[in-house]
């Protein structure tokens, strides 16, 4: 395949959409399987130590988002991403392995660190060869591969209750598909054609960084990706154990109702929300940030009244909730590398994007371990919601105060 073909920018969405969904099906599983891991693995113990094991997942994988961003930006994308895969479904094998509260620490450390060089490479390649008017769009697609992995992975709570299968037979099954899917994706997929303006050479890592976080525009699109970050983890890292405490469900039932109805309406959302990103941007460079505010106040809303769902004894209506909020988190999802794009130059975007992971999902883990702390002392779940949700208002003002700087230009090829 040529790189230099137009519609070859598409195969590359295409050959990483898998790799998304693998990616979130190996987080999403642990969530949906709660209590069957606490059964098997009973040192456990405590709701604090579950967020320990969700926390320390997303510390190493905060921590080395900027590495594996720096080594995409400076090397090869292709490489990276083919390397995280290997690593990351090796690991998810072995945590099938585990018989201990220390051992599924250690694996989910594990897969935080391979796991962590992914995303800000993919999305970065992606960017490389949709360089304009298909940008959100494209990102958009990708993301699909994220959301279903989340709609597959709350189904693994049925497998949990199947004695035929079990907890360790899904961890199993998905480490070897990855290592499997890893040797077609190496050969098929290729780094973009370099341009004049893509020059990366001679800038060490502390220098990229300085460069960036002396940009007043990214410190504000950092600021408004953790924050709403931070609830997006609680509704995917709790909503199947919280569904079925506060409305006495199946484990299996908890688990889809938790990620099938959100995840299917944020696929919707990231289609309709790159498009409508792409269109608003032809008549003004600021229609990413719109679009995307747009969204993060429908997630907001959504969060206050998943808080107050289980009042009214209806699972439904948490559901309903959960809906609005894909519909926001989609609009939201799709753009937020775009908009990187719109400040910052093609030879710091993964290392930007890895920095943005590094302080989001810092905050993320310490927002399950929170959740988990507030949730043992008997804190109500609508004044716990009600936080998360002001939250994430609070950083529509922060997107909002973005001035782009970088105009989309021809895609690649």
């Known amino acids: 395949m040529n790189p230099r073909n137009p519609s070859y920018a598409w195969v590359v969405v295409a050959l990483l959409v898998p790799v998304a969904l693998l990616n979130y099906l190996d987080r999403q599983m642990l969530a949906a399987m709660k209590f069957s891991l606490?059964?098997?693995?009973?040192d456990i113990g405590s709701e604090a130590n579950w967020g320990k094991i969700l926390a320390l997942f997303k510390w190493t994988y905060a921590f080395l988002s900027p590495i594996g961003g720096y080594l995409a930006d400076r090397y090869s994308k292709r490489h990276v991403i083919s390397a995280s895969l290997v690593v990351w479904s090796a690991v998810t094998w072995a945590t099938g392995q585990v018989h201990s509260y220390d051992q599924l620490l250690f694996t989910r450390a594990v897969m935080g660190i391979s796991e962590a060089f992914y995303i800000p490479a993919a999305l970065a390649l992606i960017a490389d060869f949709h360089r304009g008017p298909t940008r959100s769009r494209a990102v958009g697609m990708h993301q699909m591969g994220i959301y279903a992995g989340v709609i597959i992975g709350g189904f693994s709570g049925y497998a949990a209750d199947n004695p035929q299968l079990g907890w360790r037979w899904m961890f199993e099954l998905c480490g070897v598909i990855g290592i499997a899917y890893a040797i077609p994706l190496f050969l098929l997929v290729r780094n973009a054609p370099k341009v004049s303006e893509a020059k990366a050479e001679g800038s060490g890592?502390?220098?990229?960084?300085?460069?960036?976080?002396?940009n007043r525009s990214f410190i504000l699109l950092v600021l408004y990706f953790t924050l709403p970050a931070m609830a997006g983890w609680i509704v995917r890292d709790w909503m199947p154990a919280i569904l079925k405490t506060e409305f006495g469900i199946g484990q299996g039932k908890a688990g889809v109702s938790a990620t099938l109805y959100w995840m299917v309406a944020a696929v919707i959302a990231a289609i309709l929300g790159g498009w409508l990103a792409d269109q608003w941007m032809r008549r003004n460079e600021r229609g990413r940030i719109y679009t995307s505010a747009l969204?993060?106040?429908?997630?907001?809303?959504?969060?206050?009244?998943?808080?107050?769902?289980?009042?009214?004894?209806?699972?439904?209506?948490?559901?309903?909730?959960?809906?609005?909020?894909?519909?926001?988190?989609?609009?939201?999802?799709?753009?937020?590398?775009?908009?990187?794009?719109?400040?910052?130059?093609?030879?710091?975007?993964a290392t930007g994007y890895?920095?943005?992971?590094?302080?989001?999902?810092?905050?993320?883990?310490?927002?399950?371990?929170?959740?988990?702390?507030?949730?043992?002392?008997?804190?109500?779940?609508?004044?716990?919601?009600?936080?998360?949700?002001?939250?994430?208002?609070?950083?529509?003002?922060?997107?909002?105060?973005?001035?782009?700087?970088?105009?989309?230009?021809?895609?690649?090829?």
């Open 295 to 349: 969204g993060m106040v429908l997630i907001s809303i959504a969060m206050m009244g998943v808080g107050y769902s289980p009042q009214t004894g209806l699972l439904q209506v948490a559901i309903a909730f959960l809906v609005l909020f894909g519909l926001g988190w989609g609009f939201f999802d799709c753009n937020n590398m775009p908009i990187l794009c719109q400040i910052a130059p093609p030879h710091l975007r």
């Open 38 to 42: 606490m059964t098997d693995v009973p």
């Open 354 to 413: 890895g920095i943005m992971n590094l302080v989001s999902i810092s905050c993320g883990g310490l927002a399950d371990w929170g959740f988990g702390f507030l949730r043992d002392h008997a804190v109500p779940l609508l004044a716990i919601f009600g936080i998360f949700a002001s939250v994430a208002l609070v950083s529509v003002a922060c997107v909002l105060l973005i001035r782009p700087t970088y105009r989309d230009t021809p895609s690649a090829g």
């Open 205 to 214: 890592p502390m220098a990229a960084v300085a460069e960036l976080l002396r």
